[in-house]
């Protein structure tokens, strides 16, 4: 059974980095796109940035773009997220998750119900 794990959360002040760590189980590396998605409280869960099966699409919210960087290392069945120049609206908790697509040319950021696998999440806090 597809199990996705993340780390790499915590504490950072405004202006740090973070990199947080998905590691997938359970499946052929090259079987899923993966997507991060982030809950802040009272708000709706969101896209963060997306990768498809091979690494060779990504996608950003725009409230990211330019700061995160997603990447993936099928070989050891890990993908990260880069972020860096942290916000205090980037505090929240992030998650991976997993969909079944095997085109190597997209992924979905806001389509959170092709995911159908997800971590159990991690917290992000920005503050000073």
């Known amino acids: 059974q597809l199990q996705l794990v993340e780390s790499g959360g915590g504490l950072v002040q405004p202006g740090g980095s973070l990199r947080l760590s998905c590691a997938v189980s359970g499946v052929t590396s090259d079987a899923y796109a993966i997507g991060w998605f982030r809950q802040a409280p009272g708000k709706e869960r969101e896209g963060v940035s997306c990768i498809s099966n091979r690494g060779t699409k990504a996608g950003y919210a725009d409230s990211v773009k330019g700061r995160f960087a997603v990447s993936r290392d099928n070989a050891k069945n890990m993908v990260y997220l880069q972020m860096n120049s942290l916000k205090p609206d980037d505090t929240a908790v992030y998650y991976c998750?997993?969909?079944?697509?095997?085109?190597?040319?997209?992924?979905?950021?806001?389509?959170?119900?092709?995911?159908?696998?997800w971590g159990q999440g991690i917290q992000v806090s920005v503050s000073s």
């Open positions: 998750a997993a969909d079944w697509n095997t085109n190597p040319l997209i992924c979905y950021l806001n389509s959170l119900d092709r995911y159908g696998y």
